[in-house]
């Protein structure tokens, strides 16, 4: 199984990044997936999920309006849509689903 994460780096205050989550090793359109994050000194915790369907997702209250989970199980990959960055979304983010984490990606928000 791998899970594997793309589409990070340094972004300013207000801007927009797109992760992508690209997973094999498992038939991927029946898990549901999710996105996590984790700041320096805090503990991981859940940004999104959605439904293997893709019909059905929930967000952190933090992050509600401004971050969009999406799938396209055709390619075996979940998205994270993130808009109106903010400094305090800075983290590691990872992708987890059927058991299995990503490597973590870096999420820079910072002028």
């Known amino acids: 199984v791998h899970v594997v994460e793309s589409g990070g780096g340094l972004v300013q205050p207000g801007g927009s990044l797109r992760l992508s989550c690209a997973a094999s090793?498992?038939?991927?359109?029946?898990?549901?997936m999710n996105w996590y994050r984790q700041a320096p000194g805090m503990e991981r915790e859940l940004v999104a999920s959605?439904?293997?369907?893709?019909?059905?997702?929930n967000y952190a209250d933090s992050v509600k309006g401004r971050f969009t989970i999406s799938r396209d199980n055709a390619k075996n990959t979940v998205y994270l849509q993130m808009n109106s960055l903010k400094p305090e979304d800075t983290a590691v983010y990872y992708c987890?689903?059927?058991?299995?984490w990503g490597q973590g990606i870096q999420v820079t928000v910072s002028s």
């Open positions: 987890f689903g059927r058991g299995y």
């Open positions: 090793g498992f038939t991927f359109s029946r898990y549901a």
């Open positions: 959605i439904n293997s369907a893709g019909d059905s997702t």
